[in-house]
């Protein structure tokens, strides 16, 4: 069965093709607004599979995800992209976003923080199947790493000793939240007449 993933992000897209290769997926070709207004990232994952659905009338992968720190009150969460955006009345690029958080953890101790991802395959509008996933780490001192993007840099993985900027795409795509959200998804998919 082919996808669309509602998506208009190459590096997600990218990210998410080759962690889901048993499945058609195509990347939607003009990704209609949706306000991003749902309090969980399955909430809002929901809500860009249904919008695009509504539009395309074709079965729709979506994700929301996003990076939550114990000592933010698991902010930014799911305004990730728009982290810092009311501080400084623009979308930040990632490396500015990542100074911003920096800053904002500036001598704090506790660093623990989660990357989660959540995805939904909207069949129709009465087949949806969900997953959520996370991957726990900390945030670090300072940005290290050039692969991945978003919050890469400074989340690290204590078990590898390594940001997600320093993996390669494939041992990435074995620890990330989306890596084990795209898992779960292929095998819920795989076990499901389509």
Do not use: W
Request: with cysteine; charged share 25%; hydrophobic share 40%.
């Amino acid at each position: 069965m082919n996808f669309i993933l509602a998506t208009t992000n190459d590096h997600k897209f990218k990210e998410l093709k080759a962690l889901m290769p048993n499945i058609d997926l195509a990347k939607a070709e003009n990704m209609i607004e949706v306000e991003e207004n749902e309090p969980t990232f399955l909430g809002n994952a929901l809500l860009k599979a249904e919008a695009l659905y509504q539009e395309l009338k074709m079965p729709i992968i979506a994700d929301d995800s996003g990076l939550c720190v114990q000592a933010l009150d698991n902010k930014p969460g799911v305004k990730t992209a728009r982290y810092g955006s009311d501080v400084f009345n623009r979308i930040l690029e990632s490396k500015e976003r990542n100074e911003y958080l920096l800053s904002n953890l500036k001598g704090v101790e506790n660093r623990k923080a989660s990357f989660v991802c959540s995805l939904v395959a909207y069949i129709s509008p009465y087949r949806i199947y969900t997953v959520t996933e996370e991957v726990n780490g900390e945030i670090t001192l300072s940005q290290t790493g050039v692969e991945g993007f978003g919050y890469d840099p400074v989340f690290y993985l204590p078990e590898l000793k390594k940001t997600m900027a320093e993996l390669d795409s494939d041992t990435k795509g074995l620890y990330s939240h989306r890596g084990r959200a795209a898992r779960a998804m292929n095998t819920l998919l795989e076990n499901i007449k389509l």
